[in-house]
């Protein structure tokens, strides 16, 4: 049993195939996926996807390069939240990698108010981070009283870093850049993880591991990062999907 923590079948292009690629997933063991929302519209498209297929579930949020958009408000992420199927709020966070992305300002204005929303519905937060980690970890720490626990989607901060994350309740999933050649950094972070923080993802359609690397990637994909990280923790195949499924399951509290 293998628990995908972080895909996103509900893009325009996956949404067509969702079915074979769910499909995929059953025939490869991956029997929980969890489809999250980087908008309105595609946090419709995860609840929809969620009630039409077993072992799917789904986040709501907005994205901090979606954060600017006219139809990307909370009255719309309040009319989704109730679905029984909704199982976090994200993704949510900073991204400053892009030069035309929101401000800062503006993303982390809307990184709070979803930990607000967050907390009033109870639910764990999915955080996107890119070259933003320190202004995350403010925000979290500033506002730890807003969320119980969370994930750290495609973790790409250091080892130090994760030690203060995992205080406040993270959880770290880790994608397809895992298998990369030179990815050693990232392996030694993945590797100091204690055990029962630890999650696999493949963010699909992006970061896609080898050997598929250079083409779209696939939720089934997630096989891939699971016997890389078993290499990692020196662990088999089948206990790392154990460990990383029963983790999954704590964080979302299924
Ligand atoms: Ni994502």
């Known amino acids: 049993m293998i628990f995908n923590v972080h895909t996103h079948i509900n893009d325009d292009q996956e949404i067509l195939e969702a079915k074979e690629l769910i499909q995929e997933c059953y025939d490869n063991n ?22 039409n297929y077993e072992g799917v579930y789904a986040t709501i949020g907005i994205h901090p390069s979606e954060v600017n958009k006219e139809e990307n408000t909370i009255e719309e992420l309040e009319k989704l939240v109730k679905n029984k199927k909704v199982i976090a709020i994200g993704e949510i966070g900073l991204d400053y990698h892009w030069d035309n992305n929101p401000s800062k300002e503006e993303q982390q204005e809307w990184f709070i108010k979803q930990l607000i929303f967050a907390n009033k519905y109870k639910l764990p937060i999915i955080i996107h981070s890119r070259d933003a980690m320190g202004d995350t970890v403010e925000i979290l720490t500033k506002y730890k009283n807003m969320y119980q626990k969370g994930i750290m989607h495609c973790y790409a901060g250091s080892i130090e870093t994760s030690k203060e994350l995992a205080k406040l309740g993270f959880y770290f999933s880790f994608a397809g850049p895992l298998t990369y050649k030179n990815a050693n950094q990232l392996r030694s972070v993945a590797a100091s993880i204690p055990l029962d923080r630890l999650l696999i993802e493949t963010d699909d359609p992006y970061l896609t591991p080898s050997p598929y690397r250079g083409k779209r990637n696939h939720p089934s994909y997630v096989i891939y990062v699971a016997k890389e990280m078993a290499n990692l923790k020196n662990m088999t195949y089948e206990k790392l999907c154990e460990t990383t499924y029963n983790n999954a399951l704590k964080v979302f509290d299924l």
């Open 30 to 51: 991956v029997n929980k996926l969890v489809v999250i929302g980087y908008d309105i519209k595609s946090s419709k498209r995860a609840i929809e996807l969620a009630n």
